[in-house]
């Protein structure tokens, strides 16, 4: 199992304002200013590198919130 405030502390590392934004389970990461699709692309290869390389980018998609991701990728590992 992943210890899920590492998850959100690796995924938010991604972000070129890191320090200056929260994520959590409920944050609509698509949303912050600073997402674009280079962001998507770094998280989509941090997840895949750090945690498993099933994750795919069609999941990732389908993910509305940071939680999302979350759960999809802790079952993935399961």
Excluded: H, P
């Excluded at 997840?47 to 099933?54: P, V």
């Amino acid at each position: 199992m992943i210890n899920e405030q590492e998850f959100y502390d690796n995924f938010r590392s991604e972000f070129i304002d890191a320090d200056e934004i929260t994520i959590d389970a409920e944050t609509d990461f698509r949303k912050l200013d600073s997402w674009d699709s280079l962001t998507g692309m770094a998280v989509l290869v941090m997840i895949q590198d750090k945690y498993t390389d099933k994750f795919t980018e069609k999941e990732f998609k389908e993910c509305k919130v940071s939680g999302d991701v979350f759960t999809c990728v802790n079952n993935l590992m399961s």
